[in-house]
């Protein structure tokens, strides 16, 4: 599989109903936001939920605005000025890593976390 392959993969398993950013799919892939939204822009299939990959703010492309807004309506997630309501509908992340991985295999992202008691503070 390539690398547009598993963010669409990832892009897959994200309930209706919730949103990701690009990041957090980047974090998951061990690739950058820009990457993702990159694969989204350009990948040409019909059973991808694209909408439900917003900015980290909520936001989208301007010129899919109009596009996204039904979708997220009638999956239940609040927009207000064009932006998906990320900070209540953003997906689970863990449960989004623990369903790639399944998938997929090991993600070089969706690792456990470091040991931040071992940080200089």
Same mark, same amino acid.
Do not use: K
């Given at each position: 599989?390539?690398?547009?392959?598993?963010?669409?993969?990832?892009? /897959?398993?994200?309930?209706?109903?919730?949103?990701? !950013?690009?990041?957090?799919?980047?974090?998951?892939? =061990?690739?950058?936001?820009?990457?993702?939204?990159?694969?989204?822009?350009?990948?040409?299939?019909?059973?991808?939920?694209?909408?439900?990959?917003?900015? !980290?703010?909520?936001?989208?492309?301007?010129?899919?605005?109009?596009?996204?807004?039904?979708?997220?309506?009638?999956?239940?997630?609040?927009?207000?000025?064009?932006?998906? =309501?990320?900070?209540?509908?953003?997906?689970?992340?863990?449960?989004? !890593?623990?369903? !790639?991985?399944?998938?997929? =295999? *090991?993600? *070089?992202?969706?690792?456990?976390? *470091?040991?931040?008691?071992?940080?200089? /503070?």
């Amino acid at each position: 599989m390539t690398l547009a392959d598993d963010v669409v993969s990832v892009v /897959r398993l994200v309930p209706p109903g919730r949103v990701v !950013a690009y990041g957090d799919v980047a974090e998951l892939l =061990g690739t950058s936001p820009r990457i993702v939204g990159r694969v989204m822009a350009t990948y040409e299939a019909d059973d991808v939920p694209w909408w439900r990959v917003v900015r !980290a703010d909520g936001g989208i492309a301007d010129h899919l605005v109009d596009r996204a807004v039904p979708h997220w309506r009638e999956e239940g997630v609040p927009a207000v000025d064009g932006r998906a =309501g990320i900070r209540r509908h953003r997906a689970d992340l863990s449960a989004l !890593a623990d369903a !790639a991985e399944s998938l997929m =295999g *090991p993600l *070089p992202g969706a690792g456990e976390l *470091p040991d931040l008691g071992s940080v200089a /503070r």
